[in-house]
């Protein structure tokens, strides 16, 4: 009531001023800009932590550093001293605002990622406003975009291909592999000025698709993302550029592994269709195949696990969605290569709804297309018929 009272007081005398004004305008002593400056909301200083990195993360354990970011220390200091010496990198000097160091702007990224935190919670941790930290969060995901170029990559050299084949061998010597592909929704906010039912999957939830190529430790080497999740898994492979690039890649000799819902192609083999009526060796084809294949279902289990945000974005455009899923695929390469490997128990693969492989297919081809698409299968056909009696000696 006292709140009350004050507040229609307050009104009161601004109403008093008004009117003096309108009555008396020779009357000098009153001006509008006071009223406007009594009418203005006050300001006042946000509470933040200070000197969290300096005060509190730099005394974690590795233990308790590694429960708060997903990721060692080691693992996220040669993040640091790589982010720090590109050219993405600003502290802020000289603009009048707080120098944020490199530090602390990837430390905030990586606690972002690794947490499902609002800007507002990461700006009270690090002591930096929302838009100074939407600002970070934009110069690093550039930073990432530019390095995946290298981290994210398919093997060049026959030895590189060599090596990951023998990788892939064995599991359970499934030969000539030089990785398994899939896709799995990540979930999404409505973009902004988007129809929502073009990100509508099966389950009647907004995600787009993820496609993922992993090599033998579950390391990508090829990327896709941003498609709507209501587009099927085959359509979203002819759409994207590896497509294209795999017949050379693979030279006839090589193969990936996918599961039935792409098409069988002599670069890309999928496993034999069980109508109950498939024979020993077909069976044990499958079996070998699945045993295989199952290695980018981790590598999907242990992003997601590692990286808490992308149980669902809230990002509003598709553009930052797409720059944020391919950074944090490409620290989960960084940290493959620091040999900081994640909780065996989080690694279980994704659930099978999370693929798309029992979506409706879309309609094939016609005319020339679809005579094409006979040859390339029947190539495939050959290839998955000879390594399946191969599998069998």
Same mark, same amino acid.
């Given at each position: ?300 289990? /242990? ?32 940290? /493959? ?57």
């Amino acid at each position: 009531m006292q709140n009350v009272a004050s507040v229609v007081a307050f009104a009161a005398s601004a109403v008093q001023l008004l009117e003096s004004e309108s009555e008396s305008d020779s009357d000098s002593d009153f001006d509008e800009h006071i009223l406007m400056t009594i009418l203005r909301k006050p300001k006042y200083k946000k509470c933040r932590v200070n000197n969290f990195v300096r005060d509190v993360v730099e005394h974690f354990s590795e233990e308790e550093f590694r429960r708060h970011f997903r990721l060692n220390k080691t693992t996220a200091n040669t993040i640091v001293t790589r982010y720090a010496e590109s050219e993405f990198f600003r502290s802020n000097s000289g603009t009048g605002r707080r120098n944020v160091p490199a530090n602390e702007q990837m430390y905030a990224f990586l606690w972002f990622c690794a947490n499902k935190d609002s800007y507002r919670e990461i700006g009270t941790l690090f002591n930096m406003s929302e838009s100074s930290f939407f600002k970070c969060l934009n110069r690093i995901l550039d930073f990432l975009y530019d390095v995946s170029k290298t981290i994210i990559r398919f093997p060049d050299s026959t030895a590189e291909k060599e090596r990951i084949a023998t990788d892939f061998r064995s599991i359970s010597g499934f030969p000539n592999v030089i990785g398994c592909i899939d896709g799995c929704y990540i979930y999404i906010r409505k973009p902004a000025n988007k129809i929502r039912s073009t990100y509508v999957n099966r389950h009647d939830l907004l995600s787009i698709t993820l496609q993922g190529i992993c090599d033998a430790k579950r390391r990508f080497i090829d990327v896709c993302v941003g498609s709507p999740s209501r587009i099927h898994d085959s359509r979203i492979f002819s759409l994207s550029p590896v497509s294209d690039e795999l017949p050379g890649i693979c030279h006839g000799k090589y193969h990936l592994l996918g599961d039935a819902a792409y098409p069988l192609r002599e670069y890309l083999l999928t496993p034999f269709k069980d109508y109950g009526n498939l024979s020993q060796k077909d069976t044990n084809y499958n079996l070998k195949h699945s045993q295989t294949r199952v290695k980018i279902e981790n590598c999907f289990g /242990i992003l997601k696990q590692r990286f808490r945000q992308l149980t669902r974005l809230d990002f509003f455009r598709v553009e930052r969605m797409c720059k944020f899923v391919l950074a944090c695929c490409t620290l989960h390469n960084m940290c /493959i290569d620091q040999n900081d490997t994640f909780n065996e128990e989080a690694a279980d693969p994704i659930e099978p709804d999370e693929t798309r492989s029992s979506q409706i297919p879309p309609t094939g081809p016609s005319g020339s297309q679809s005579t094409r698409n006979a040859a390339l299968r029947r190539l495939g056909e050959v290839k998955r018929s000879e390594i399946a009696e191969t599998l069998m000696q």
